[in-house]
């Protein structure tokens, strides 16, 4: 059983969560690609899952340096991010590694069009936002 006055400091948390979220962000899950027999491409196919679109702070995990690995044959820096979204956010199915973060605005235009992969999340009953993690692969 929590204390009275834990749920109103919970509520007051949580709204001050929701006033750093100055980011509009839209995740999602990437389908299949389809490959073209015709032309021998492969292109992206339909999001699978459209899980949020809405406001968010996406900030980098300062303790967390870039990490360099290779894919594709060439070298790429890892960044991780955490992005935190209003606790109360609705979302019908679990948000697994692999899903997309993409930036589509920001009051620091760097990080418009920014995509980040998402690695995890967080669930707390106790938390001022719901919380992501995801990596720059740039």
Known sequence: MT?????EFLARGRAAAEELQREEIHVWMPGPDVFDRVTGTTT????????????????????ASGEEVEAGEREVSLHTFEISVPWATTVTERLLPGAVVDVLDSPDARMVGLRLWVTGSEFNSTASAWRIR???RS
Not at 44 to 63: E, L, M, N, Q, S
């Open 44 to 63: 992206p196919g339909p999001p699978a899952a459209d899980y949020y679109t809405g406001p968010a702070r996406v900030k980098p995990i300062a303790a």
């Open 134 to 136: 995801a990596e720059d």
């Open 3 to 7: 204390a009275p006055g834990f749920e």
